[in-house]
């Protein structure tokens, strides 16, 4: 999730209360009365991305907190050396051709027509 929603929002919203109020001491009303419209809009969209991040936040921590542990220990009981994961990488194909005919029924049960759609 990018933060620059929530950037982008908060800068905008602390530049316009710093030109409201400037505008109000300035004695500039129709600058401060267009930055103080606009103020009420930003100050709660800021709130509505501050109060989503934190939420996320919040999710995020919990998440790794209820797996993190338990698979951390877990991973590490079962770690190989990475000779060893390179060679069952290398004949897992063949461990799992031997698998598939030893669960291939011995009767067909297509007709030879279509096997034969099939090779060709």
Sequence with gaps: MSHRPLAIVS????????????????????????????LPPMTIALVWLLAL???RLIARGSRRSAHGRSGARAGARTARPRWRRRRAIEHAPATAAVSQAQQAPSTPTTSPRTSRKIAA
């Design 11 to 38: 800068g905008l919203t602390i530049g316009d209360y710093l030109l409201w109020n400037w505008s109000l001491n300035a004695n500039h009303d129709v600058l401060a009365l267009v930055s103080g419209l606009t």
């Design 53 to 55: 991040t934190a939420a």
